[in-house]
């Protein structure tokens, strides 16, 4: 199985400040058909998930554009521009190259 | 609007069985990749198994931890996924989701435990 490493699992952040989460993969998660399946997750307290960043770097209509993806190959990293209060929870990165589907372990953002 | 509405949940012994619903409006299961993954109390994501379209195969792969007792399964006149879940173990107990991949979208989850 593809085992996703995310850092820091714990993010201390000012609002109105940038914020950044690593995500690594233990393989390449270039598909065989050219494209890299690593999307980002938002889980607020008490919700359900939310995908903000699809296909690395394509955000979801509704994702507020200080949410940005980048990456390639076996190293990502979401990135929030200003930090707002509504930005608080637990973000996922998540393979869907190849099955089993993993998660990464989560990273705790606390405003 | 795609909506996904999760049932079925509940408290259940040991070795014993369940079945989750997901049923779906807004979209067509025929034509989408679905996954149910679950949540743990406090723990984090974990995909459990996933059905492919019908136009890919619509065949179905499960984790490690739940092949063998789990089973998904479409009905596509309802436009209802289900997850069929036998022989339970305390460490399922979870929040079971279903996520529709291509569009992004989860349903609000049910809960399952089990517990003697």
């Known amino acids: 199985d593809v085992v996703m490493t995310q850092s820091p699992l714990s993010l201390p952040v000012t609002l109105g400040q940038p914020a950044s989460i690593s995500c690594r993969s233990s393989q390449s998660l270039v598909s065989s058909d050219g494209n890299t399946y690593l999307n980002w997750f938002q889980q607020r307290p008490g919700q359900s998930p939310r995908r903000l960043i699809y296909?690395?770097?394509n955000r979801d209509s509704g994702a507020p554009d200080r949410f940005s993806g980048s990456g390639s190959g076996t190293d990502f990293t979401l990135k929030i521009s200003r930090v707002e209060a509504e930005d608080a929870g637990v973000y996922y990165c998540?393979?869907?190259?190849?099955?089993?589907?993993?998660f990464g372990q989560g990273t705790k953002l606390e405003i | 609007e795609v909506q996904l509405v999760e049932s079925g949940g509940g408290l259940v012994k040991p070795g014993g069985s369940l079945r989750l619903s997901c049923a779906a409006s807004?979209?067509?299961?025929?034509?989408?990749?679905m996954t149910w993954v679950r949540q743990a109390p406090g723990m984090g994501l974990e995909c459990v198994g996933r059905?492919?379209?019908?136009?890919?195969?619509?065949?179905?792969d499960y984790a490690a931890p739940v092949k063998g007792r789990f089973t998904i399964s479409r009905d596509d006149s309802k436009n209802t996924m289900y997850l069929q879940m036998n022989g339970l173990k305390i460490e399922d107990t979870a929040v079971y989701y279903c996520y529709a991949g291509g569009l992004g979208s989860w349903g609000q989850g049910t809960l399952v435990t089990v517990s003697s």
């Open positions: 296909r690395v770097s």
């Open positions: 998540v393979q869907v190259t190849q099955w089993p589907y993993t």
């Open positions: 059905i492919k379209s019908k136009s890919a195969g619509g065949t179905m």
């Open positions: 807004g979209l067509t299961l025929t034509n989408a990749w």
